[in-house]
């Protein structure tokens, strides 16, 4: 039972943490553009400046997730996050913003990224890695899924029937609550890690140094195709962002139910996750990795080339959630690469750090490179343009998987040579 509450624990805080800064623009992008009167473009550079803080916290986080007890790291990351909240619920200026999302990248990456991915590999232990990651993605999913139901309801509540004839008064106090609820939801989860997660056993100190262990994880060929992996990943995982604009902009759909899909597309997280986590365990975590990406290719090509006033709508929802599948997931198992690539325990934070350094960079990148695609060409064409580009990342994810799994193979021949 303890072990069921730990996990249980560690899938709520490490979904509700990334509400504020994620779960606001990927359900509710079309209420929020139109809230703070920003472009795909300024909101998309919004995400570069919780990018670069992100990706100067990675790896000193990852340090501190081998050094500190992963129950403090958490529940400090959850409060601070959750207090962000409050200020972006009076609706600051673009400036305001930007320091917001800066802040943001400090207080969800240095103090709880890689306690949550240290805590969750020791879960799993040697055998059932793909199942612990699985489990974390598809419940963050399952937890994602559910409380986004809820904040749609919530902005519902202060929305006439026709949310197409709301006034900027009405959107603007029914995100404002949204806000708040995310910030309540990320305080709470806070509480739980502080009650629920153990000290456990004490985070490796072995190395006093803390950048002791840097050289012999940057020197290993697999940790960067393994971020190399993560990256393309992650632009996937980016990409589903802007499915609740392409189904007002391009579906029809008007803002409520526009969120609306995009939450019930959360709902496929845990089935894709848990179960890629399974077959990962049963087979290798990087084929099935492969094989996502191969899905996701084929499933935005086909989005590339579709226009809705053609092709059925029920085909371009089934790709949306087939796309939506592959991108879960690979995210359920990516980080279980770090048991298949025989990255050694005691290393497990500092890996993390170097890998998500690397691995995370489309948090700078992605979303402005997005929202300009988007601008360019507004409506249809933008969108088909978008596509195009995740349909060109995702072919690169074969190419690099292929590679992680022949260097796999050298490995080993190196070692059986020995």
Known sequence: MSRIIRITTLVIAGELVYGLPFHTARFFRPTLLEVFNFSNTQLGDLFAVYGVTAMLAYFPGGVLADYFSARRLLTVSLVTTA??????????????????????????????????????????????????????????GLAAALFAVFAVAVLAAYMPDDASLATDAERAAGFRMVILCYSAAAFGAGVLTWLLIPESR????????????????????????????????????????????????????????GARLAAYGAYIRPVAAIGAGLVADRFSVSRVIGVMFFV??????????????????TIIYANLFVSAFAVFAFRGVYFALLEETKTPDHLTGTAVGIVSFAGFTPEIFFSPIAG?????SPGLGGHQNFFLFLAGVASVGVIVVALLIWLQRTAVKGSLAK
């Open 372 to 376: 300009r695609i988007l601008d360019a």
């Open 83 to 140: 207090a962000g909240g409050l200020y972006m619920a009076t609706l600051p200026s673009a400036t305001g913003m930007a320091l917001l999302y800066g802040y943001w990248g400090v207080t969800t990456i240095l103090l709880f990224w890689g306690a949550l991915i240290r805590a969750t590999r020791e879960w799993g232990g040697q055998t059932s890695q793909g199942r612990a990651f699985g489990i974390l993605e598809g419940g963050r």
């Open 202 to 257: 004490q985070p490796s100190k072995q190395h006093r140094n803390p950048f002791a262990g840097m050289y012999t994880v940057i020197h290993r060929p697999v940790i960067w195709a393994q971020a190399a992996v993560i990256v393309c990943a992650y632009c996937g995982y980016k990409g589903l962002d802007n499915y609740s604009l392409y189904a007002v902009q391009v579906l029809g759909m008007d803002e409520v139910e």
């Open 296 to 313: 996701l290719m084929i499933s935005c090509g086909f989005l590339f080339a579709s226009d809705p006033a053609v092709t059925g709508l």
